[in-house]
């Protein structure tokens, strides 16, 4: 199974700052990994697939970069509601083998 | 608007069974493939299982192969989960989400692309 490990575990920035997220895979994945948002008590959201392409009706101050084993979200301008967990998920060998990163809390500073 | 909603959620015993549903509406549901991903209580995210457009196709995390079973009845609009031989690690919010879904090269990528609100499956003594 390929891993996918996610650096910071948390992060606290404040209203305005820019963040970026880190995901790394244990082996190359081309530009399949996406990224999603969970706030808490609610179901993720996709932001961001195929590496850098946003999904419809996200906000363009989120962008993803990256291909093969390393990968970045990035947020240009931090708003009141992006504080919450992102994940990354690989999307090589879809379904079995789809694996999600643990996760980054983005918290207000 | 696409819509996903589960139910089917409670608290049971080890070893017992439950069985979740998901009803959605807003798309051509049977045009997609469709999965259920849970998360335990504090912790990620984890894939259970995937069904195809056409139920031709079902896949299993190893970690529930052998005790639950997918399904979809496409004329209902309507996804299953069949949950026997529940364990404590089951515990979880179970999530019912639409995969996004890119075939080439003999190889398949995808993606969740909507959830539902999701529904809590307790497995207690």
């Known amino acids: 199974d390929i891993q996918m490990t996610q650096s910071p575990s948390s992060v606290s920035a404040s209203v305005g700052d820019r963040v970026t997220i880190t995901c790394r895979a244990s082996?190359?994945?081309?530009?399949?990994l996406a990224w999603y948002q969970q706030k808490p008590g609610k179901a993720p959201k996709l932001l961001i697939y195929a590496a850098s392409s946003l999904q419809s009706g996200v906000p363009s101050r989120f962008s993803g970069s990256g291909s093969g084993t390393d990968f970045t979200l990035t947020i240009s301008s931090l708003q009141p509601e992006d504080f919450a967990t992102y994940y990354c998920?690989?999307?090589?060998?879809?379904?079995?083998?789809?694996?999600f990163g643990q996760g980054t809390r983005l918290e207000i500073k | 608007e696409v819509q996903l909603v589960e139910s089917g959620g409670g608290l049971v015993k080890p070893g017992g069974s439950l069985r979740l549903s998901c009803a959605a509406s807003g798309f051509t549901f049977s045009s997609y493939s469709m999965n259920w991903v849970r998360q335990a209580p504090g912790k990620g995210l984890e894939w259970v299982s995937s069904?195809?457009?056409?139920?031709?196709?079902?896949y299993y995390a190893d970690s529930v192969k052998g005790r639950f079973t997918i399904s979809r009845d496409n004329a209902k609009n309507s996804l299953y989960l069949q949950m026997n031989s529940l364990r404590a690690e089951d515990t979880a919010v179970y999530y019912c989400a639409r995969g996004k879904v890119d075939c080439s090269g003999g190889s398949c990528y995808g993606y969740f692309d909507y959830w539902g609100q999701g529904t809590l499956v307790t497995v207690s003594s």
């Open positions: 998920q690989q999307a090589n060998s879809f379904p079995l083998g789809v694996t």
């Open positions: 082996q190359g994945i081309s530009s399949w």
């Open positions: 069904i195809s457009s056409s139920s031709s196709y079902i």
